[in-house]
C-alpha cells in the first residue's frame, strides 16, 4: 500500500510541477529574450547612434573651428603678435579680418554658440565674439581673465572639448578650444562657448530605457558629461553598477573619450521573472501539501481495506470494513462487507450442506454409464451379430466401437494422421449404412507425414459437417470425401485438406466463416450458431489454443461445386516433433 501512495503523490507531483514547469520555463524565456533584445537594441543605439552624433558633434567643432586657417591675415597677425588697434591704420586691416572671420564661424556649422574667444601664444587675449553682450554686464572681462589663467591645451593635441558649467551665459556650455598652428610654430588658440542644450537633446533622443544614462568619460573615467549634471567631475566605475543594471562601454574617436551607456532592467520584466520563479515555488509547496492530503487520504481507506482483506485470509471472517466516504472506495468498502458476510455465510451453512449431500452425489455418480461399459456393451452386440449372421449390425457396432474407444484414450492430446483417418472411415462407415454406397472417401497422403502427430478428433467434425450440410443435401448421385495431407519443411507447416463434392457456399459465405474463425481461440461467444459452424468452431478454438493464432481453418467454396477446409498445423509443437 506504502507504495501506491507513494505512486499517487508521485503522480499528482508530476501532473502539478510539470505544466508548472513548462508555463515558468516559458515565461522565463521570454523574459530572457527580451531582456538580450533590449540589450541587443541599447548596444546597436549606443555603438551607432549615440556614438555617430557625439563624433559628429566633434567634427562640426572641428570643421568649425578649422576655417580660421583660410585667414592667413589673421594668422600672420597672430604670429607677428599684432595688438588689436582700431585707431591704427596698420592694424585697422587685422582687426576687419579677426571681426570677419568671427561672424563667418558663428554662422557656419556649430548650433548654439554663445561665446568665440582668440587667444595668442603668450595667453593674451587677442578678440572675442558674444552674441548676447549686452546681458552679461560686464562679467565677459573677468571670464576672459579666467580663460587665459585656465588656457591648458595638452601639446601636440588636435582640440580639447570641455563641459562647462555656469560661468557667465546662465546655463551649461560646451567648450571647444582649438590650438592654432603656423608655418610650424604654435601662435594661439581659438575657444568656442556653445550651449549645452542642444548637445543634451542631441543624446538624449535616444536614451529611452528604463533609468538609462548616458556618461562621457575620459580614460581614467572622469566623467565629463552625465545625464545627471551633478554628476560631471566625479569617478564612475561601471563594475559598481546594481546587478539588475546593463552597462554598455563604447570607445569614441574623441581622444581618450569613452561613452557608457547604463540602464536598469525593466521592473516589469523582473517582477514577471520573480514572479514565474515564485509561482513554480509556491505551485510546488502547495502541490506536495495537496498530494499527500489527497495522497493520504484516498490510500487510507484502502489500506484499511488491504488490512482486513489479510484477517480474512489468515480465517477471520468477522472482518468488517469501516469507510464512511461516498465515493467508489465507500463502494468497494461496502461490497467487501458483503463479500465478507457472503463468505462467512457460505462457510457456515452452505460448506455443511455440500458436506451432508456429497455422499449422496457419489452414490449418482457411480450409478451412471460409463464410455467403458458402453463400449463392453457395443462389443457384446457384435459378437450377438456374428453368431446370429447378421454382418450389417456387427460391422455398426465395430465402427462404433472403434469410434468409442478412439474418443477414450485421453492420455495424449496428439494422435498420428493414419489413426485419425481411421476414425473418419469408422464414421463413414455407419453412415454409409444410412444411405448405403452414397459418400465414397478418397485418402491421399504422403508416406513421411502418416505418423505425425495432429491435435485429436480435428479430421472427424469436419467430415460430418460435409456429410450433413453439403453432400446429403445435394442431387450428385456419386458423392465424394477427399482427404490430403502433406508437409511443407520449408516453412515449417503441415497442410491437411478435406474436400467434397456437395452443395458447397458461395463466396460471400466462406469470407463471413472465414473471418469470424479468425479469432475464435480469443472470443467467448464465437458468433457461431447453426450445427455446421460450431463444429468448425470447437475444432478451430482448439487449434488454435494448442497451436497458437497462425494456425487454424481456412475455407472455400463454390455453389454445386462444392467446399475445401484446410488445416495448416505445426510441424513442432510444444517442444516435440509432431512425426
Not at 34 to 62: L, N, P, S, V
Not at 88 to 93: L, V
Not at 96 to 104: E, G, H, I, T
Not at 123 to 151: C, N, W
Amino acid at each position: 500500500m506504502k507504495n501506491i501512495r507513494i505512486k499517487i503523490v508521485l503522480a499528482m507531483l508530476t501532473a502539478a510541477c510539470i505544466p508548472l514547469g513548462i508555463l515558468a520555463g516559458i515565461l522565463l524565456y521570454q523574459v530572457k529574450q527580451q531582456i538580450q533584445g533590449d540589450m541587443h537594441f541599447a548596444q546597436d543605439r549606443a555603438d551607432q547612434d549615440i556614438k555617430e552624433k557625439i563624433e559628429q558633434f566633434d567634427e562640426d567643432f572641428y570643421e568649425t573651428a578649422y576655417r580660421i586657417y583660410s585667414n592667413t591675415e589673421l594668422l600672420l597677425s597672430l604670429k607677428n603678435d599684432t595688438q588689436y588697434e582700431p585707431d591704427n591704420s596698420r592694424t585697422y586691416d587685422a582687426a576687419k579680418d579677426m571681426n570677419q572671420f568671427f561672424m563667418n564661424i558663428y554662422n557656419y556649422r556649430v548650433q548654439d554658440i554663445v561665446g568665440l574667444y582668440l587667444i595668442n601664444s603668450h595667453a593674451h587675449p587677442v578678440g572675442y565674439f558674444i552674441p548676447e553682450l549686452s546681458r552679461m554686464g560686464g562679467k565677459h572681462g573677468k571670464y576672459i581673465q579666467a580663460l587665459t589663467t585656465d588656457l591648458q591645451v595638452p601639446e601636440g593635441a588636435r582640440s580639447e572639448t570641455r563641459f562647462v558649467s555656469d560661468r557667465i551665459y546662465g546655463e551649461p556650455v560646451i567648450q571647444y578650444l582649438f590650438p592654432i598652428h603656423f608655418r610650424g610654430q604654435y601662435v594661439g588658440t581659438l575657444i568656442i562657448d556653445a550651449k549645452a542644450s542642444h548637445f543634451r537633446e542631441m543624446v538624449e533622443r535616444y536614451n529611452t530605457f528604463y533609468k538609462g544614462k548616458v556618461v562621457i568619460t575620459d580614460a581614467s573615467y572622469r566623467v565629463l558629461y552625465h545625464t545627471d549634471a551633478s554628476r560631471t567631475g566625479t569617478i564612475v566605475q561601471p563594475s559598481a553598477e546594481p546587478r539588475a543594471s546593463v552597462v554598455i562601454e563604447t570607445p569614441l574617436s574623441v581622444p581618450d573619450w569613452k561613452l557608457i551607456y547604463i540602464y536598469a532592467i525593466s521592473p516589469k520584466l523582473l517582477v514577471i521573472r520573480n514572479l514565474a520563479f515564485l509561482m513554480v515555488a509556491l505551485s510546488f509547496l502547495l502541490a506536495i501539501g495537496f498530494s499527500l492530503y489527497l495522497g493520504y487520504s484516498i490510500t487510507r481507506p484502502i489500506i484499511q481495506l488491504h488490512r482486513k482483506m489479510k484477517l480474512i485470509e489468515i480465517g477471520d471472517y468477522n472482518a468488517r470494513a469501516s469507510i464512511k466516504s461516498h465515493d467508489e472506495i465507500g463502494f468497494l468498502g461496502d461490497q467487501f462487507n458483503r463479500m465478507a458476510g457472503t463468505i462467512q455465510q457460505l462457510i457456515e451453512n452452505d460448506l455443511r450442506l455440500q458436506l451432508i449431500n456429497k455422499e449422496t452425489q457419489i452414490r449418482a455418480l457411480q450409478a451412471q454409464i460409463s464410455p467403458h461399459f458402453l463400449y463392453n456393451t457395443l462389443q457384446t452386440i457384435s459378437s450377438i451379430a456374428m453368431v446370429r449372421q447378421v454382418p450389417e449390425i456387427k460391422t455398426v457396432s465395430q465402427s462404433l466401437g472403434n469410434m468409442y474407444r478412439y474418443n477414450m484414450k485421453i492420455t495424449n492430446e496428439g494422435v498420428s494422421i493414419q489413426e485419425e483417418i481411421m476414425h473418419v472411415r469408422n464414421y463413414l462407415t455407419i453412415i454409409n449404412k444410412r444411405f448405403p454406397e452414397q459418400i465414397r472417401i478418397h485418402v491421399h497422403t504422403d508416406p513421411s507425414v502418416r505418423e505425425l502427430q495432429v491435435p485429436k478428433l480435428i479430421l472427424q467434425p469436419i467430415v460430418e459437417n460435409a456429410v450433413e450440410h453439403s453432400l446429403i443435401p445435394s442431387r450428385r448421385e456419386r458423392k465424394l470425401i477427399k482427404i490430403t495431407a502433406k508437409a511443407d519443411v520449408e516453412s515449417g507447416s503441415l497442410y491437411l485438406t478435406v474436400l467434397d463434392n456437395g452443395k458447397g457456399m458461395t463466396a460471400h459465405q466462406a469470407a463471413e466463416l472465414n473471418a469470424i474463425l479468425q479469432n475464435a481461440a480469443s472470443r467467448k461467444d464465437p458468433g457461431l450458431r447453426d450445427g455446421f459452424s460450431i463444429g468448425l468452431s470447437n475444432v478451430q478454438m482448439r487449434i488454435q489454443l494448442l497451436c497458437g493464432r497462425e494456425y487454424g481453418l481456412r475455407l472455400y467454396g463454390k455453389p454445386e461445386k462444392g467446399t475445401c477446409v484446410t488445416f495448416r498445423l505445426p510441424l513442432d509443437r510444444q517442444g516435440g516433433e509432431l512425426g
